[in-house]
């Protein structure tokens, strides 16, 4: 669909959400077409999904990039906002996009900060703030990657505008939900580096992990967020470490292939 100018399609990608779908959609009926690609749900999410007047696509899983530019390539209009069905919109991040549309900008996409809740506590510092998220974009001039994680908005030139108010994530996942989905992450990370011939190192092994632990957890004050903050930073510092592990795991593999039997 071409769309109208200024008109906007929130999209929204699903899979089992129906524990916070609901509010996600609830935060985006200021938008003019509310759009959901889901890749399979067995719960109730659809459901919840109609009710809030949503149109909804099927789609197997592409993998996320993938997903996503699938999704917006489905949008009644031109102008889209690109949010998970675990996060929700704040009040003063949707009179902030309101007013970003109505003024008729110059820019084709604006980023705004993201506030993470872990462990039951909204971080403010560290690596869980102020994660800032492109999420609205005219999709004319940018596009999802193809990462399968990690995935990002591509813009192919023009402004981009920072705009004020948190673009909220709450996942209410416990920690050993938490955790898997880390694992999963860090495997399609190292996938990802294997493929692209990036070569794993002890320096990195052991430093990358630190060096990270002090840039989040004391120079951008993560120590202010309490236990969960400490907890936050010390899974990603596990993760830096866990993911060159696993390309090593990947190099090895590959050179015992090699090897004459």
Known sequence: ???????????????????????????????????VVDSGSTDAT???????GARVIHQPWLGYGRQKQFAVEQAGHNWVLCIDADEWVS????????AFLEEAPEAVAARFPRCN???????????????????????RHGH????????????????????????????QERLHEYLEKQNRYTTLQ???LHTRGKKPGVARLLLSPLFRFLRFYFFRLGFLDGLPGLVHILIGCMNSAVKQMKLMELYRACDH?????
């Open 117 to 139: 809740r872990f462990m039951g506590r909204w971080l403010r510092h560290g690596e869980g703030y102020p994660d800032w998220s492109l999420r609205l974009f005219n999709r």
């Open 257 to 261: 292939h090699r090897s004459p039997r």
């Open 91 to 98: 009040d003063e991040l949707r009179r902030a996009i309101e």
């Open 144 to 171: 999802w990657s193809d990462d399968p994680v990690h995935e990002k908005v591509i813009i192919d030139g023009g402004q981009i505008a920072t705009l004020q108010g948190d673009l909220m994530h709450e996942s």
């Open 46 to 52: 659809l459901e919840i999904a109609q009710r809030h």
């Open 1 to 35: 669909m071409s769309g109208s100018p200024r008109k906007l399609t929130a999209v929204i990608i699903t899979f089992n959400a129906e524990r916070l779908i609901d509010r996600c959609l609830q935060s985006v009926r200021f938008c003019d077409d509310l759009l």
């Open 190 to 192: 190292a996938k990802a």
